[in-house]
Structures are given as structure tokens and as C-alpha cells.
């Protein structure tokens, strides 16, 4: 389980006490849960219109972030138990007190494990569709959040100026377990126009049978010290060593991913589990990367936007994707990824609980408070996960 703090404003801040929880959701994916959570120090007590005490924030605080892996949902049950996250939630206006929280949560989990919640915690999920969560999500975090998007190519990270004005559409790439690709056109205006189920699960569950790594940081642990060239087959390996200058393909150009297996009269144990990875690593990555490019050009998009959990701010796999959408678009398409990657569902339920009149603890104030110029959600400038850059 990883936990992370973010303050508004200001800096990273590791070991801050949670003040007072005043909302929680939850993004249940395939293979990992996100949960963020908001907290406050300022706070009255306020009485509700149906006549309940609760407390009122000043709109000041943090936003706090965890994840866990979706077969270990017990830690997370326990997680929220132990920090009484489902005591700060709310209850809908419209529907008489009771006992149940209602917290928001998003991804298929919410459907699968609905009732687990409402046995184990007595929580009520309140189900966001997950497009409608990545795209809330991605346009508050590109709107409200300082130095959000970057790009990177070899080795070089640039952050990206994000003009409010001028950010529809682009295209948003979430590489989960599965990939999801939606044309953004704006606030709630977007279509999921492709996907592919060679993603993040894919590299995993390849990797772990053909490595048998115990985890996934393991696993891409591995592929920083391997070398693809001793099990890709290469453009120079067909080509005597030569370019093929006349389709553009350079020599060192990968021709076929895993294609020395085939004559290289070899065991799986007679590879490094080092370079099996790093080339599963650079197949998945490219492939996602030219299929992004594709959707950008079917619908005449420059900027790609690349969220998900798969890329956890891992230097190697945001050059491979980056060196991908610019082989493919000869330049014309950018590919951007985002330091909240692995929240955007989650932050996007978060965001919901303004939708529905839940609004006791006046959460329109709260979010606001967030995107006033100036008070915009602090970076991790250090901290447990800064060494990828990443929350
Ligand atoms: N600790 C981890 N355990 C498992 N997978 C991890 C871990 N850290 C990163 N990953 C990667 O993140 C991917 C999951 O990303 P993410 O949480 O965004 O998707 P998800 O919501 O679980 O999937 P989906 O949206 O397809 O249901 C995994 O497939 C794996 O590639
Ligand atoms: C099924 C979801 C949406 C669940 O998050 C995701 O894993 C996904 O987009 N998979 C790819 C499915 C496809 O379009 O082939």
C-alpha cells in the first residue's frame, strides 16, 4: 500500500496529522484501488437542513492519496476502518438520516464489491461512471494543479504550460490493466473512441509468468537493468546490420518484439529475466504509444494526454511511449503525462460529490477553494514516490 499527502497550498508534507476527514472516494479497478481522501484543520460546527451537527470546513486543507491492490481490498477495508475515513462521509439531503454513508466510488470494483463495502463498513457506494471519472478527473487536475502535465524524451522531463483556453480537445490515454483512449472536447464532453487489452495487466501477467517476479516493482525493477536486444529481433538483425533507410527504419529499430526467441534454440531459462522484461516492457509501451497516434490522427489530435498506473512515473516506459507517438506522427503529436496518473478516476468521484446535492458540508466551497489562483494543489517535491516524480 502506498500513501501519499499533497497540501494545499504549499509543499509536500509526509507525516501530517489528517485533521478532520471530510470526504472519501474510491476508484476500484481491475488491479489497483485508489482512494483520496480530503482533510481539513479549519472547522465549525454547523447544523445541517435536516437538523444534524456536523462540522463545516473553511475550505483549507489536503488532499491525501492511497492505493491498493485490488486482491489485497481487505487492507483497504481495514485502511478506511482504522482512519475512520466512512465516519467523515456524507449522507444525501434528500434521503431521510440514517445510518448508511454514502461515499462515491468509481471503476468496475464499485460494481463487484458493493456489497462487501455495505457488509464490512456499512457503506453505501454511490457508483460514477469511470469515463465520466477519468475525464472530471483529468480536466480539474489540468486545470487546478501547478506543473500537472510534462513531457519526457530522452531522458528529458519539460513541464507543459496548460492554456485553459486553448486545451480541447486532446486525447487521454489511461493505461490501467486494460487501455482506454477518449477524445476529450470538454467539461463532461467526450467519447471513448478506442482501447486495447494489451496494457498494464498484460505486462504484468506476462511478466510474472515469464520472470517469476513476486511484484510488480520487481518486475520493472528488472527491466532498468535489462537489455531488449538479446530477445527483440531488430531491424539490423534482418538487414545484415544496415538501416532500411528507405522505409525509415533504422537498424536499431525493433522489426519484431520477442523475435530472436524464435531462432535462437533457446529455453525461457536461458534468458535474463532483466532483458525479458525490459523488451515486455518496450512492446506494450510502444504498442500503446503507435495506437494512441492512431486516434490522435483519426480525429486530427496534437496533444495526447497519458494517465493510468502503469506508467507510475517510470522514466523508461514515458520515453518508450514519448519515442513511439513521435516516430509515428513524425513530430506532429506530443505525448504528456501527468503526475496524478494513477487518480484521475478516483479524483474524478471525488469531484462528483458536488453533482448530487451533497452538499451539507458545503463540498462546492471545498473543491473551489482548490482552483482559486494562487491556492492550486501543491507538487511532491520529496517524499516516498519522488523518485519517479510521481503521486
Ligand atoms: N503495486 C502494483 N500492483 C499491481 N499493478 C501495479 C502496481 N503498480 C503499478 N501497477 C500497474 O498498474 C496497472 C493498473 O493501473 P490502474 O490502477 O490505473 O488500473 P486499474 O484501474 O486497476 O485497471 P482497469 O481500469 O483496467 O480496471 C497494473 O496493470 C500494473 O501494470
Ligand atoms: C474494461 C476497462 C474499461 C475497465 O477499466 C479497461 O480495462 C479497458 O479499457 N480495457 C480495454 C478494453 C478494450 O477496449 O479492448
Not at 525461457?268 to 495506437?291: F, K, V, W
Request: charged share 20%.
Amino acid at each position: 500500500m502506498d500513501i501519499l499527502e499533497v497540501g494545499i497550498p504549499g509543499k509536500w508534507e509526509p507525516n501530517l496529522p489528517d485533521g478532520h476527514i471530510s470526504h472519501f472516494a474510491l476508484d476500484i479497478g481491475g488491479s489497483l484501488i485508489k482512494l483520496v481522501y480530503f482533510s481539513t484543520n479549519d472547522e465549525f460546527d454547523v447544523v445541517d437542513k435536516a437538523g444534524r451537527l456536523g462540522k463545516q470546513s473553511l475550505g483549507k486543507g489536503r488532499f491525501h492519496f492511497a492505493n491498493f491492490e485490488t486482491s489485497k481490498i481487505n487492507d483497504c477495508l481495514e485502511f478506511i476502518q482504522t482512519k475512520q475515513l466512512h465516519l467523515g462521509g456524507c449522507q444525501h439531503l434528500e434521503a431521510p438520516p440514517t445510518d448508511t454513508t454514502i461515499i462515491k466510488a468509481t471503476g468496475g470494483g464499485s460494481y463487484k464489491y458493493a456489497d462487501l463495502f455495505k457488509e464490512k463498513l456499512g457503506i453505501c457506494l454511490d457508483k460514477e461512471d469511470e469515463m465520466d471519472c477519468l475525464v472530471a478527473g483529468a480536466n480539474f487536475l489540468l486545470k487546478a494543479v501547478h506543473q500537472e502535465a510534462f513531457t519526457f524524451m530522452h531522458g528529458q522531463k519539460e513541464f507543459v504550460n496548460i492554456d485553459h483556453n486553448d486545451l480541447y480537445p486532446y486525447l487521454l490515454v489511461n493505461i490501467g490493466s486494460g487501455v482506454s483512449m477518449l477524445k476529450v472536447d470538454g467539461e463532461g464532453k467526450f467519447e471513448r473512441v478506442s482501447g486495447t487489452n494489451v496494457g498494464g495487466g498484460t505486462f504484468w501477467g506476462l511478466g510474472r509468468l515469464l520472470t517469476n517476479c513476486k511484484s510488480f516493482d520487481e518486475l520493472l525493477e528488472l527491466s532498468h537493468k535489462g537489455n531488449n536486444r538479446m530477445i527483440d529481433m531488430l531491424v539490423g538483425d534482418i538487414y545484415g546490420g544496415m538501416d532500411h533507410s528507405k522505409v525509415g527504419l533504422s537498424s536499431t529499430t525493433i522489426a519484431s518484439s520477442f523475435g530472436k526467441a524464435v531462432s535462437d534454440n533457446k529455453e525461457l531459462a536461458d534468458y535474463r529475466p532483466e532483458d525479458i522484461s525490459r523488451s515486455l516492457l518496450r512492446m506494450i509501451s510502444n504498442n500503446i504509444g503507435q495506437i494512441s497516434y492512431l486516434n490522435a490522427l483519426r480525429f486530427g489530435l496534437k496533444r495526447i494526454f497519458f494517465g493510468g498506473f502503469f506508467i507510475g512515473g517510470h522514466t523508461y516506459t514515458m520515453d518508450t511511449i514519448s519515442v513511439a507517438v513521435h516516430f509515428w506522427s513524425k513530430g506532429e503529436a506530443k505525448a504528456m503525462f501527468l503526475r496524478h496518473e494513477g487518480f484521475l478516476g478516483a479524483l474524478g468521484a471525488f469531484m462528483s460529490y458536488g453533482k448530487h446535492g451533497f452538499d451539507d458540508l458545503m463540498f462546492h466551497q471545498l473543491i473551489q477553494s482548490a482552483f482559486l489562483a494562487g491556492d492550486k494543489i501543491g507538487s511532491p517535491t520529496n517524499g516516498k514516490l519522488s523518485e519517479n516524480e510521481s503521486i
